[in-house]
């Protein structure tokens, strides 16, 4: 399995096409000028030893050294090591609420930010565990599909910002649908799905999806971010979100509903505030779930390939090289670039 470790750099390979256009533009020129100075067969009869293929043979060959030398920046890698590997784990579906009250800081640094610290530090405790990303708001969709790669979870992590979904509101109950529907086919595995908001503009049909949940066999938990007596929404430069009458905004946690959508869902209500008390908690409900066993394809120990590449590039120069525009007098005979004469 080829890959590249900085395919930024294939972008350059545009650059191919662009040079072809230039040539071919620069050969019809140079060719209508000839004409100036009389009929091609008498100007190839006054320059016997200019070669009328050699220039594109030496242009190709550059330009197929420049198109590896490129492929060679990108830093080709090939998989040595494909392994199926059995572990023993749960699967966990993170939905996070990214509306635009998650950016309160009743909770330091925000609701947001304090939720990202959260699952990053759940996500530093699994070992043999999947893990995948929901996003929701007035709408809902899958962030990170399941894996076991923990790297990209994180990477996905980081890149979660209220301004991925423009529909307003907490529609929990789509959130916990599109999860149930995020998991793996696999047989006796612990699943959970952990559910992270503040509760607040609740749109309806959570508790019927965490019961329909349950009957799969899948645990909700709900992780409510925030203070109930309510907190402001910034905005930026020490602005506030305010409603239609010009009055602050205060966005509230709805604990209440947190915790009739845990109960329905036969999981657990937690509730996050500025102490490690729910990241712990959290843990401690996770490695009460049954593990079963996963299967895992792992790509590993990647071998760099830049210099079968490197080579071939210096190949292509030599032979471009030594390859001359016009014909050798020793071997004007051969005529590897001249059509047959008939």
């Known amino acids: 399995m080829l890959r590249f470790e900085d395919p930024i750099y294939l972008w350059l390979l545009l650059v191919i096409p662009l040079m072809a256009m230039i040539r071919f533009v620069a050969w019809r020129q140079r060719k209508a000028k000839l004409r100036k100075f009389g009929e091609p067969e008498l100007l190839r009869q006054l320059m016997p030893d200019v070669s009328k293929y050699?220039?594109?043979?030496?242009?190709?060959?550059?330009?197929?050294?420049?198109?590896?030398?490129?492929?060679?920046?990108?830093?080709?890698?090939?998989?040595?090591?494909?392994?199926?590997?059995?572990?023993?784990?749960?699967?966990?579906?993170?939905?996070?609420?990214?509306?635009?009250?998650?950016?309160?800081?009743?909770?330091?640094?925000?609701?947001?930010?304090?939720?990202?610290?959260?699952?990053?530090?759940?996500?530093?405790?699994?070992?043999?565990?999947?893990?995948?990303?929901?996003?929701?708001?007035?709408?809902?969709f899958v962030q990170l599909p399941i894996t076991s790669d923990y790297v990209s979870a994180k990477m996905f992590l980081q890149n979660i910002d209220p301004s991925l979904i423009q529909t307003q509101g907490t529609n929990i109950g789509e959130a916990i649908n599109v999860a149930m529907r995020s998991f793996t086919q696999q047989d006796k595995v612990g699943r959970a799905i952990i559910v992270i908001t503040d509760g607040e503009d609740h749109e309806g049909g959570a508790l019927e999806a965490a019961a329909a949940a349950k009957k799969k066999g899948i645990n909700v938990f709900i992780l409510g971010v925030g203070n109930p007596k309510g907190a402001p929404i910034p905005l930026g430069e020490g602005n506030y979100m305010k409603d239609a009458s010009g009055q602050t905004v205060m966005s509230a946690l709805n604990e209440q509903m947190c915790k009739q959508i845990a109960q329905a869902g036969s999981g657990v209500y937690i509730h996050v505030d500025n102490t490690s008390d729910a990241q712990e908690e959290l843990n401690d409900q996770l490695t009460k779930l049954q593990k079963g066993e996963t299967d895992s394809v792992i790509y590993s120990q990647y071998d760099e390939q830049f210099q079968a590449f490197a080579v071939l590039a210096i190949i292509l120069l030599i032979i471009e090289t030594c390859i001359l525009e016009v014909k050798n007098p020793r071997l004007r005979s051969l005529k590897l670039f001249n059509k047959k004469q008939r």
């Open 54 to 140: 050699r220039p594109s043979v030496k242009f190709w060959i550059a330009n197929s050294a420049l198109c590896v030398l490129i492929l060679m920046l990108a830093r080709p890698q090939m998989g040595t090591k494909i392994s199926h590997e059995k572990r023993n784990g749960i699967e966990a579906i993170i939905c996070m609420d990214i509306s635009n009250s998650m950016l309160a800081q009743d909770v330091a640094p925000s609701r947001l930010d304090k939720c990202k610290m959260l699952v990053e530090d759940m996500v530093d405790h699994f070992t043999n565990d999947k893990i995948g990303l929901v996003v929701f708001a007035g709408d809902a």
